[in-house]
């Protein structure tokens, strides 16, 4: 799920649950693999990919409608976690580690499809020294958590 000022409800653009387009949502698949070292420490691996999109064409806003913007990009994500359940419940746990996402943000004009980036939308052509995103990014996640049975 996506929310932004693209597409929504016939009110200004917000990123609240109201600008949410049904017709825009779309899939996210996954999958994973965790090998137990020992009773209180794991290895994570995980897969996901995720497919994001937006267009005004779906509003009943009339200044967005005449906007007419639309963008669709794949997420692909990786990661490798170290779990930790320390004591005998296994209900306390953390889990630190690393993952790597890739996105190259797309939109169509008529049947032509263009690569968002090329084009400077965040402003890098128009800010002196402003340097293109990348297609990818990487994260440090940590958790610390304790599970309710």
């Known amino acids: ?3 932004s000022d693209l ?7 917000t990123n609240r649950p109201q600008d949410l387009n049904i017709q825009t949502m779309r899939y996210s698949l ?8 020992s009773p209180c420490v794991a290895l ?12 005004d064409k779906f509003t009943q806003n009339r200044e967005r409608g005449m906007r007419n ?22 209900r306390l746990y ?19 499809k ?6 400077g939308t965040e402003g890098q052509y128009f800010i002196p020294g402003k340097a293109p995103y990348r297609p990818t990014a990487v994260i440090f996640p940590f958790e610390l958590g304790y599970k309710i049975k």
């Open 69 to 90: 913007l639309n963008f669709f990009f794949p997420i692909i994500n990786t990661s490798l976690l170290l779990e930790f359940s320390p004591g005998e419940s296994k």
């Open 1 to 3: 799920m996506f929310l």
């Open 44 to 55: 994570r691996a995980n897969l996901t990919y995720a497919r994001v999109t937006g267009n």
């Open 94 to 112: 953390m889990f630190a580690g690393a993952e790597v996402f890739y996105y190259e943000p797309k939109t169509y004009l008529g049947s032509s």
């Open 7 to 13: 597409g929504g409800r016939p009110t200004i653009g």
């Open 114 to 119: 263009y690569r968002s980036r090329d084009y």
């Open 30 to 37: 996954g999958t994973g693999l965790k090998m137990s070292f």
